[in-house]
């Protein structure tokens, strides 16, 4: 990978739900993980379709849209998985701070050796998907540790940081799942410094009609939660005193 250019799949402008604001989202082609449910799929690998873009020119389109990013707004780099191309992405973050830009990074936070990053961006959106080893060998052949500490490292920094849940029904649910969530949430609260965040993603089939038009096979099949799941993790999470939004 050369450190000068990314490759995208996607770019555009989205309010608030890619960091705050009105921010300039890039959607970092390549994933390492392999969520049945992605909305993306298209994004999974770095293919002919990617599109390279130099740091200089993402550079220079984030500054001509400055005016735009109202709200604290700035550039997003979201996937696939931002962290997969970390070099270019820290080249890119570290010449928008000195245009005094805000920046964001939407990741899985399983890669080991990413504080750099998890440091250098000014606000975090990191999944947390499953606190069961088991289950998250089903989407990625990593150790939920690592995702752990890159969560703690991030928190222990005092920086902003949201952790979302995608919450679908089949994987991460249960009883036990509810504990493990919430025991992890708490350890994470303990020691992060600054603004901890937390956000259910209740799971939806936006990306189903992507699968069959590329002729791939959608395999979720219960997936979708209850409004009683949804209340059981949310109702969890803040009688622990922790902070539940919505963006
Ligand atoms: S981590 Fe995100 S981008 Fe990667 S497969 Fe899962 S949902 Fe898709």
Redesign the pocket.
């Not at 994933?31 to 969520?35: D, G, L, R, S, Y």
């Not at 449910?37 to 799929?41: E, F, G, L, S, T």
């Given at each position: 990978m050369h450190d000068d250019s990314l490759f995208i799949f996607q770019k555009g402008f989205n309010y608030s739900q890619d960091g705050p604001g009105n921010r300039l989202v890039y959607h970092l082609s390549g994933?390492?993980?392999?969520?049945p449910?992605?909305?993306?799929?298209e994004?999974?690998s770095q293919c002919d379709s990617s599109t390279k873009i130099t740091v200089d020119e993402l550079v220079a389109e984030a500054v001509s849209s400055k005016l735009i990013f109202i709200d604290a707004g700035g550039v997003t780099f979201t996937?696939?998985?931002a962290s997969l191309q970390k070099e270019a992405v820290l080249k890119a973050i570290n010449r928008l701070k000195a245009e005094g830009i805000s920046t964001c990074i939407e990741t899985?936070a399983s890669l080991p050796n990413c504080e750099d990053l998890l440091d250098a961006a000014d606000y975090v959106i990191a999944?947390y998907?499953t606190p069961s080893n088991n289950r998250l060998k089903e989407?990625y052949h990593g150790e939920i540790s690592t995702i752990e500490e890159n969560l703690l490292f991030r928190a222990k920094t005092g920086k902003p940081l949201l952790v979302r849940i995608?919450l679908v029904h089949y994987f991460n649910c249960s009883e036990d799942d509810t504990k493990g969530f919430l025991e992890f949430f708490t350890r994470l609260r303990k020691e992060a410094l600054g603004e901890l965040n937390f956000e259910i993603l209740p799971y939806h089939e936006f990306g189903k009609e992507k699968y069959i038009k590329a002729g791939m096979e959608y395999t979720v099949t219960d997936g979708f939660v209850t409004d009683n799941d949804i209340k059981k993790l949310a109702s969890a999470i803040t009688n622990a005193d922790l902070t539940l939004i919505n963006t």
């Open positions: 994933c390492n993980m392999h969520c449910w992605c909305a993306n799929p994004g999974l996937g696939g998985e899985n999944d998907k989407i995608p």
